[in-house]
């Protein structure tokens, strides 16, 4: 079973520019999230999607902006770079079925090896 | 303070147990977890503990859970360097967004 698949895995952008970056879930994998992982701050989250919908949403700027295609691949896009940007950027995904809480069980999330974006 | 909260580095010599602590807030949490992170790659889940244990054990991994003092405590027995590596604790709770909510996470270095 092919695993969580984060492109690119290394990237370099200056300030002012954009940058994309894709994730595949696993096959059967409905939800997806996005962390941002930094020395400073630790594992932020960003945004959940399941069924193409952004479910959730963490305390991030509106630069950051993400979505979710019908095959579950979802992509983030972060605007207008900043220094601060550079970070790992984290995708996870799990079965998360919808409905309510306590019918997700342990919801385990299964990530990816990540996309390390260095802003210069 | 943090909702999660992990001391940020442990040095522990290799065959001695590790043992990484997690305090979290919200008594309602339902599962916590534990996922470890080497270098240059994602998170991995180690194991979680539904609220009403207390304990739980897989192979040279215990994991307790005091629900009164909302604190978690993951003991590595016969720690080698392969288990060098970050550990985050996380919990999930009831009533709202079933997403995890990560500590910072904890540095294990394992030395000779």
């Known amino acids: 079973k092919a695993g969580v698949t984060q492109t690119p895995r290394y990237l370099i952008k200056t300030r002012g520019q954009q940058v994309t970056l894709s994730c595949s879930p696993i096959?059967?994998?409905?939800?997806v999230s996005w962390y941002q992982q930094t020395p400073g701050q630790g594992l932020q989250f960003l945004f959940e999607y399941f069924s193409e919908t952004q479910r959730n949403k963490g305390n991030f700027p509106g630069r950051f902006s993400g979505r979710q295609f019908s095959n579950s691949r979802s992509e983030m896009n972060v605007s207008t770079l900043e220094l601060g940007d550079s970070a790992l950027y984290l995708c996870?995904?799990?079965?998360?079925?919808?409905?309510?809480?306590?019918?997700?069980?342990?919801?385990?999330?299964?990530f990816g090896a990540g996309s390390r974006l260095t802003v210069l | 303070g943090e909702d999660v909260e992990q001391s940020l580095f442990l040095s522990v010599r290799e065959g001695d147990s590790s043992v990484i602590n997690c305090t979290y807030t919200?008594?309602?949490?339902?599962?916590l977890y534990w996922y470890k992170q080497e270098p240059g790659a994602g998170l991995q889940l180690l194991t979680y503990?539904?609220?009403?244990?207390d304990m739980k054990q897989d192979q040279r991994l215990t994991v307790l859970l005091n629900k009164k003092d909302k604190h978690l405590s993951l003991r590595i027995a016969d720690t080698q360097t392969g288990d060098s590596a970050i550990y985050f604790c996380a919990e999930r709770r009831t009533g709202g967004s079933y997403i995890p909510t990560f500590g910072r996470g904890t540095s294990l270095i394992v030395h000779p």
């Open positions: 096959s059967g994998h409905r939800s």
């Open positions: 996870a995904s799990s079965l998360a079925p919808r409905g309510g809480v306590l019918s997700s069980g342990a919801n385990v999330l299964t």
């Open positions: 919200d008594s309602s949490s339902t599962y």
């Open positions: 503990i539904f609220s009403n244990m």
